[in-house]
């Protein structure tokens, strides 16, 4: 089994392993004295892996129940919250009690989103199965829901007390939702690993998915244990999502993925760096090359003038400066702070 330890306020353990769900209860027994557990996952997700859980839970000692909602990132809002607390109140569970979050990103999010405000904050433990969930979102402490004036904009910070990563579950995800992972996985490779780029590019990056996956987490694990609260560094893990947000946006959350429109990005910004003469010659050609071989887009019909709009209409706020990270050659990144009127001419 492999072990990332996570220092941050409150240090966790992410084990990652084939199978191990089914051993999810004795690991979740040396982390918690907790006597009840609900488990929260979606409709896919608990009808694959819920019994394997609960079940596992249940024999290590913990009276456990389900709560399971409809997937979909449509669903990740406050109603769902409410059916929660009410679902977690009838259970009876206190404060010494525990949260599963049982599923991809939405789950754990909105999961650890209602652990972290049920009466005030009690324990939750993370089993991550869509790709994304297992690279990016369960490691950092991010929670939160959408509301109807933006995504992610009611939220808390709150770390998990463990991380439980089974790679076998990432059988039964789609392939659309790997590819979307794919772009996570790829960024980490452009912004801090060149080692785990070129593995990337000479291997196919499923046969190897346990390696990949510990990767991925150390590095996010790296970053935010050097800065929890996001100030600095982990700026640079927006590598991509500044116009990838944007792309995601002009087409209103529906033409693009995530990963998709992060890919794109990805290859925009370190296009736009090379004419710059920031980026070393030759990178672009080769994020793109590797986008395409885990089946993700490289390319978009919407402006850079479109893109700008956007990005701007986004960053008002903040000063008329917007934070892009480029890279100085692959596995190697830095912020770029650039006015929002530049934008469009830097991108184009
Ligand atoms: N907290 C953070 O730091 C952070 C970081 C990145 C993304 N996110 C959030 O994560 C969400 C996206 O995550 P996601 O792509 O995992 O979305 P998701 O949770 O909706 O999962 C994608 C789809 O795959 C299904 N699924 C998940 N695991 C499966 C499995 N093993 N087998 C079969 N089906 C499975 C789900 O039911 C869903 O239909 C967004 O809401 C985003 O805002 C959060
Ligand atoms: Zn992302």
Do not use: W
């Not at 004295?33 to 290590?60: P, Q």
């Not at 809002?77 to 977690?88: E, G, K, N, V």
């Not at 395409?292 to 990005?311: F, G, H, M, W």
């Amino acid at each position: 089994m492999k072990k990332v330890r996570v220092n941050t306020s409150a240090p966790y353990d992410i084990l990652i392993e084939r199978g191990l769900i089914a051993k999810t209860g004795s690991f979740v027994k040396n982390v918690s004295n907790a006597k009840k557990v609900c488990v929260i996952t979606d409709s896919n997700v608990g009808a694959f892996y819920g019994e394997t859980v609960v079940k596992s839970l249940k024999e290590a000692g913990f009276d456990t129940a389900m709560f399971t909602f409809e997937a979909g990132e449509k669903n990740k809002r406050l109603d769902t919250i409410s059916a929660m607390y009410s679902f977690i109140a009838d259970f009876n569970m206190s404060r010494k009690d525990l949260v599963v979050a049982l599923g991809g990103g939405v789950t754990g999010d909105m999961a650890g989103f209602a652990a972290a405000t049920y009466m005030r904050g009690i324990n939750f433990v993370q089993i991550p199965t869509s790709l994304l969930a297992q690279v990016d979102s369960s490691v950092g402490g991010k929670t939160g829901v959408d509301i109807e004036q933006g995504k992610n904009l009611v939220g808390a910070f709150l770390q998990p007390i463990l991380v439980i990563i089974d790679p076998d579950t990432l059988e039964t995800l789609p392939d659309k939702y790997l590819s979307d992972g794919m772009g996570e996985v790829i960024k980490y490779g452009c912004i801090k690993d060149k080692e785990l780029f070129e593995t990337l590019e000479n291997n196919n990056a499923y046969d190897i998915i346990e390696d990949i996956i510990c990767t991925c987490v150390s590095i996010k694990r790296d970053v935010v244990e050097r800065d929890e609260k996001e100030s600095g560094e982990r700026m640079l893990l927006n590598f991509g999502h500044t116009l990838g947000h944007s792309l995601e946006k002009i087409y209103n959350f529906e033409g693009l993925s995530h990963g998709q429109a992060v890919a794109i990005g990805m290859v925009k910004i370190t296009a736009a760096g090379e004419r710059a003469g920031l980026t070393e010659q030759g990178c672009a050609e080769r994020v793109k090359a590797l986008c395409e071989k885990y089946n993700l887009p490289t390319s978009d019909k919407a402006s850079a003038q479109e893109i700008a709009r956007v990005c701007q209409s986004d960053k008002k706020a903040s000063g008329g400066y917007v934070n892009l990270v480029l890279l100085n050659s692959i596995g190697d990144s830095f912020i770029r702070p650039t006015k929002l009127s530049e934008l469009e001419s830097f991108i184009g």
